[in-house]
């Protein structure tokens, strides 16, 4: 495991030695935390844990998982003392775990690999187990998050599972459902300052329609959707679940997750706002752009009467998850870019939400904000058509799982973006994104794969983006930017901190 830094600029970077197909790889979990070889300097001050999620399993029963969100859930931790660092991993022993590796075969379907049939039981009885109905995984691979002192891993189902963070043991298995009148909740919420967890579920509505519920956790007890001060935005893009194949394909043929997907050609995609004091879904304010795919939000903040949203967006209305399957992302280099040319093109967009509405004119531009271009046009049938400004582009160069001084910035006005760099949806780089002067700068290793950043404000900073270490000129100074990579040559777990 290494401590590192390099800076490059935003340019193409190739891997024809494919060493990318190490990530996805069967891993084994450590018996105890092994020591980090370190090279260069940890900043005194930075002391702490960071736990991490990931898929660590791929194969179950000689039989390869399909998609990149089916291996089974594993848990990461880096200690850091002294200037000195420890890792450890553990696998999380969900009820998918646990019986994939008992039975040796998958049995609960996971996104894009269906559960494999027990070949001891005749067809007559694989036949009423499907029809019995479908049970939902618990592979909690994908986020983990503090409810006041407990930690939970989570994926976007109704269950998540309680860990304790300084073992990495698997404690308890949570069915939100007994809770909440929800489905499934996203993986990534928001937290007030006060410790308030914000999410957002789904769930059955009238004439088994698909409604939207915002969940509160009140204190003493970053994200998927939007939230500045006083306001929710949550983004309805045009990739929908087909109910129908969920509750019957699903359950009587064994399909997956991605099986009941499908793409709406002609809806566009859709802003919608709600209220948070008083809480309430503000129905008269209807936001419509051009389809696009959207899984991560970069930041929201209101200025003046208008609410500014920043995405990581992919044009059009394909599904971009139908190009995360292995056997895609493990094919050689030149291979994995011919693919990727056919998926939607990524790009980082700013959205402006006027709020004032009802007293304009239709067909002018109601964004008066001197600092962007984006605009909003109300038409006159009452919804307002968004145009986007691009604060960050480049050839099959995404800019995905962002973070930024949440603490300091979260539903404000900010300047600082940090994100994994995809280059042909392969992590080959950490990026650092002015959205204010639209620069951008790059950390990449050869034969390095870096999981998403982590930002560690320097104790007592003025700055945004203070951290001590001039990490990416010449963007002005930057914090301590963490994440694990695998360096492929020993393959490793390792930490940067730059």
Known sequence: MYLCASIVSISSLQHPAAGYRKIFETVEELEEPIPATVLGLIPSWLKGSVLRMGPGLFKVGGEPLNHLFDGQAMIHKFDLQNGGVTYHRRFIRTDAYVRAVTENRVVITEFGTAAYPDPCRNIFSRFFTYFRGIEVTDNCMVNIYPVGEDFYAVTETNFITKVDPDSLETLEKVDLCKYLSVNGVTAHPHTDPDGTVYNIGNCFGKNMSLAYNIV???????????????????????????????????????????????????????????????????????????????????????????????????????????????????????????????????????????????????GKNLVSLSYTTATAVLHTDGTVWLEPEVLFSGPRLAFEFPQINYSRCSGKKYSFAYGLGLNHFIPDRIVKLDVQSRESRAWREDGCYPSEPLFVPTPGARDEDDGGEDAFPPLASSGCIMHMYTKTQSFEAGLIAS
């Open 216 to 362: 509160k956790i009140p204190p003493a007890q970053e994200g998927d959707f939007g939230m500045t001060e006083n306001h929710f935005v949550f983004v309805e893009q045009p990739v929908k679940i087909n109910l129908l194949k969920f509750l019957s394909a699903w359950s009587f043929r064994g399909a997956t997750y991605m099986d009941c997907f499908e793409s709406n050609q002609s809806m566009g995609t859709w802003f919608h706002l709600a209220s948070k004091d008083p809480a309430g879904y503000m129905s008269s304010h209807k936001f419509r752009t051009s389809a696009f795919n959207i899984f991560h939000h970069i930041n929201a903040y209101e200025d003046d009467s208008f609410i500014v949203v920043d995405l990581c967006t992919w044009k059009g209305f394909d599904f971009v998850y139908n190009y995360l399957y292995l056997a895609n992302l493990k094919q050689e280099w030149e291979e994995v870019k011919k693919a990727a040319l056919r998926a939607p093109q990524p790009e980082v967009r700013r959205y402006v939400l006027p709020l004032d509405i009802h007293k304009e004119e239709p």
